[in-house]
């Protein structure tokens, strides 16, 4: 089954935007859509406003007691916080169906950080506000995948991300049904993943997991929530290191001397920035297609998307 994953409309090259022009992004048009079906939204164009449009920008607002973000258009005067936000409540039918989501960096709407956030007094602007649109996305699914799209140019966070949407694909696949039987076979497929990403929250989860009595909706959320959380931080070359070594012991039994002397040699090139990560995970892919592991094989560390996507080819 393919996934789905949000995106704004204007990175697929659909000329929404207030000047009425787009930010396509090729990553996501010509390498996911091989894979992924992506579903597109553009918040300001959903809640009525007409393409070209006037610019809306973030404004700090003080109350009696509190500071508010509002989203205004300076032309009109108008404030759009309610209908931006209620637009997200409006799609969340179609986002639980998502298994991430890629927003337009920067934007009043869905910008997910730094996004300019005016003193309407002095017209002065600091880069420190979320949009309206996806900060209520975040709200609606705390675990969902979101990245915004300038990140993805980076190997390391592009690499990450995805890995994540098919995980968290995989869990949509059980988030009907959260029986321990089900999140222990999730939890055991994930644990090479939590391994390379988070070895505090690899310890805790499997702990949680194995001494719970029952598991219901509530410990459920909770579970998956910190394993995505857990996931965001991309691993490091010393954690994957120890996840490549601690596979190469499952086949201490099979290999001649000089065969784990290469693999050895190689996974230490890895550490030192020498190899890629795709040289020591070829070699333990060939050795386990000679000597099959059910463990290793139901490990989502060595195949966690397709291969043709190259994610892992920088790293």
Request: hydrophobic share 35%; glycine share 6%.
């Amino acid at each position: 089954m393919r996934l789905k994953v949000g995106i704004s409309s204007c990175l697929m090259g659909d000329e929404v935007r207030f000047d009425g022009g787009h930010k396509r992004s090729a990553f996501a048009t010509d390498e996911l859509t091989r894979h992924i079906d992506l579903v597109r939204f553009c918040p300001e164009v959903g809640i009525g406003m007409p393409v070209p449009r006037p610019t809306i920008r973030l404004e700090k607002h003080a109350n009696d007691s509190s500071e508010t973000v509002e989203a205004v258009v300076p032309k009109t005067g108008e404030i759009v916080t309610t209908k931006l936000s209620e637009f997200a409540d409006k799609i969340q039918i179609k986002a639980k169906d998502l298994s991430g989501y890629i927003l337009c960096a920067k934007s009043p709407s869905c910008g997910m950080e730094r996004v300019k956030l005016y003193d309407p007094e002095t017209g002065h602007a600091r880069k420190e506000a979320t949009g309206i649109f996806a900060s209520r996305l975040r709200e609606n699914n705390p675990a969902m995948p979101l990245e915004e799209d300038g990140r993805l140019n980076d190997p390391h966070l592009r690499e990450n991300f995805i890995m994540r949407v098919y995980v968290y694909g995989q869990w949509k696949q059980i988030e009907d049904t959260p029986t321990k039987n089900n999140l222990l076979s999730f939890h055991s497929s994930c644990k090479l993943l939590l391994l390379a990403h988070n070895q505090r929250r690899y310890r805790e989860l499997g702990k949680r997991l194995g001494e719970a009595d029952t598991v219901d909706a509530e410990f459920a959320t909770q579970y998956i929530r910190d394993v995505m959380e857990a996931l965001s931080e991309p691993a490091s070359r010393r954690n994957h290191t120890n996840v490549l070594q601690h596979i190469q012991g499952y086949f201490k039994g099979d290999l001649e001397h000089q065969q784990r002397e290469e693999l050895s040699d190689i996974i230490l090139q890895y550490h030192d920035g020498i190899l890629p990560l795709m040289s020591p995970l070829t070699l333990i892919k060939h050795y386990l297609r000679e000597f099959p592991k059910e463990y290793l094989e139901s490990q989502w560390y060595l195949n966690p998307y397709p291969v043709d996507l190259k994610l892992r080819y920088g790293l």
